[in-house]
């Protein structure tokens, strides 16, 4: 069964004076499965934010309807089953992070102790355990990211909508949120998530989705959409020079065109993670 169904959902805004404005949403239909990663991309403006608002039932479709593990947007039903991380930070300022989590929890229905031991072992696990009783107010962008992230786990929801999680976040944490999403659907949690940095859709999504002007372009598993035809690439090691002269001079024999042979660079992204390493404190 499908966890979320978008279907044929429209939406247009309009003025105060009922004026035609901006055509956000325009026929979109998407099917996500249970326990699949899925990331909704596309230009600033194509409507991925407004989808995700319809799902969890804070605006209206014109037309077509969204539906949360066949509930309806909004409903009880589908609100207990949904977690959604906005893509503005809704945190109260004057809470501390501590607070911030267990007031969602009792929220959510969590028992006093429930929502204590949750409150810390999410804080623990978002990286902010020194900051647990720190004032919202204070924290620097990333740390509201991280402190959201926290507070749409406290009720361990079955389905995660999550606008630009990343956002923010520094290359550790964009590292851990995508370990994190990894670690929730390995539980068979179901995830959307919307981002603008395409490494981290690239390596947690199962299946993506281009959006513009509020239409699907195209959408597939990435292996569907990203396979290159008609090359191969061989990686090997030691870097034998020797060898690899062999090995070049056997493909031309063979009729083979080398399109690119060297000594690979790593990305920035994992040089970072490799200088910087892991937090203070991790093993
Ligand atoms: N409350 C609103 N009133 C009027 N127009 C709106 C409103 N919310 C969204 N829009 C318009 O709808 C379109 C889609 O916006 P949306 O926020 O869904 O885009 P997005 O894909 O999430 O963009 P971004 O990548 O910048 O977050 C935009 O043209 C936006 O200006
Ligand atoms: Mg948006």
Redesign the pocket.
Known sequence: MAAVVLDNLTKT?RDFLGRR??R?LDGLCLSVHKGEVFGLL??????????FKICVGLLRPDAGQARILDHAPGSLAARMATGYLP?ESTLLPHLTARETLRLLGALSGLTRQECARRADALLERLGLKEAGARRVKGFSKGMQRRLGVAGVLMADPQVFILD?PTSGLDPLGARDMKQLILELAGKGKTIII?S?LLGEIENVCHRVAF?NQGRLLRQGTLDELLREQGVHELRVSPADPGAVAALENLARERGLRIEKSGVPLKTLESFYVDVLGKRAGEP
């Open positions: 805004f404005r901006v956000a596309g230009p600033n403006g194509s409507g991925k934010s407004t989808a893509e630009e919307s603008h959006l």
